[in-house]
Nanobody, 114 residues
Framework: VQLVESGGGLVHPGGSLRLSCAAS????????MDWYRQAPGNRRELVAT???????NYGDSVKGRFTISRDNVNNTVSLQMGDLRPEDSAVYYCKAVLLWQVYWGQGTQVTVSS
């Protein structure tokens, strides 16, 4: 199983960014897909999750600003991030959960700074 994140970078406060995660080697349409993030000195926290059928859930700090979506044909999950704040700066990780097996990507850095 391979999860490859892309789309991170440097963005100004109030800006937007779209992260993508390309999955291979698993039955993607059945997997729960999550985005997590981890800032230096902090524990890894759940940002958003989406079920195989498209049911979503978000961490309180990103509700109304971030949107998770998935494409079960192309085996990708995306995170559209808006109204970005400095406290959103972190390494963002893609996670897949399928039949109690858990897989992580390598992460992509998001930095929100003026």
């Amino acid at each position: 199983v391979q999860l490859v994140e892309s789309g991170g970078g440097l963005v100004h406060p109030g800006g937007s960014l779209r992260l993508s995660c390309a999955a291979s080697g698993l039955d993607f349409s059945r997997a729960f897909m999550d985005w997590y993030r981890q800032a230096p000195g902090n524990r890894r926290e759940l940002v958003a999750t989406i079920s195989g059928s498209g049911i979503t859930n978000y961490g309180d700090s990103v509700k109304g600003r971030f949107t998770i979506s998935r494409d079960n044909v192309n085996n990708t999950v995306s995170l559209q991030m808006g109204d970005l704040r400095p406290e959103d700066s972190a390494v963002y990780y893609c996670k897949a959960v399928l039949l109690w097996q858990v897989y992580w990507g390598q992460g992509t850095q998001v930095t929100v700074s003026s």
